[in-house]
């Protein structure tokens, strides 16, 4: 089935590690991004990446790091350099290929990482 | 600026009223699209609808209706005869030339049986 798979759902990580959740796709989608979401809260732009071997900071990037090796994986690195990780982290992909009308976001379920 | 505002953090009603939930946004482009989307206890965002600022027709989805005003800068969602499955948190969205996504804060909709 095409869609986004992220993994782990749930991670547990001792201060001081860094932690790498993995993003999918095999929509062969262009954009990639990565999202924070806190309880009660909307969503806030950790990085995102319009091309293979490209990407970009968002609003709350400090701490974290990515890469886009593949077209298929966006991979996201919480180092322990991010002071308050434990948060919902969400991937999304959009197509450009159908051109701005047709686009829309698509998410996968999602890893909740927590800080023991 | 660039922005979307969902001003109700939280909604509750009562199953079978009917709600509605705000969404006003500022851009300075001319085209743009307006996104609703859904997230269910689960998670994962569900896409409800697309717009486009050239369109303001309403439109009307089974108990779902959106209604666009460009002269007010909003695109309001109302759910009719509301039902517990429906409590989620609802987002709203603007995307503008160049892919580039702004969200709301979403709003927290609940449904009591």
């Known amino acids: 089935d095409g869609g986004i798979t992220q993994s782990p759902k749930y991670l547990f990580r001792k201060e001081g590690q860094n932690v790498t959740l993995s993003c999918e796709q095999n929509?062969?989608?262009?954009?990639m991004y990565w999202y924070r979401q806190d309880p009660g809260q909307g969503l806030r732009l950790i990085y995102y990446?319009?091309?293979?071997?490209?990407?970009q900071k968002g609003d709350i990037a400090e701490g974290y790091s990515v890469s886009r090796e593949k077209k298929e994986s966006f991979p996201l690195t919480v180092t322990s350099a991010q002071k308050n990780p434990t948060a919902f982290y969400l991937c999304?992909?959009?197509?450009?290929?159908?051109?701005?009308?047709?686009?829309?976001?698509?998410f996968g379920q999602g890893t909740r990482l927590t800080v023991v | 600026a660039q922005k979307v505002t969902q001003a109700q953090t939280e909604i509750s009603v009562v199953e079978k009223e009917d709600v509605t939930l705000d969404c006003v946004y500022e851009?300075?482009?001319?085209?743009?699209?307006l996104f609703w989307y859904k997230q269910p206890p689960s998670g994962e965002l569900v896409f409800l609808i697309r717009r486009n600022s050239f369109d303001e027709q309403n439109e009307i989805s089974g108990r779902y209706s959106w209604n666009f005003q460009k002269s007010t800068s909003s695109f309001n969602f109302t759910i009719t005869a509301s039902q517990v499955v429906d409590s989620a948190v609802y987002f709203c969205?603007?995307?503008?030339?160049?892919?580039?996504?702004?969200w709301g804060a979403g709003t927290k909709l609940i449904i009591k049986p």
């Open positions: 969205a603007l995307i503008l030339p160049g892919y580039q996504l702004i």
């Open positions: 929509l062969n989608h262009d954009a």
């Open positions: 851009t300075r482009d001319t085209t743009y699209y």
């Open positions: 999304a992909t959009m197509p450009h290929d159908r051109g701005l009308m047709n686009t829309e976001a698509f």
């Open positions: 990446s319009q091309i293979v071997n490209d990407f």
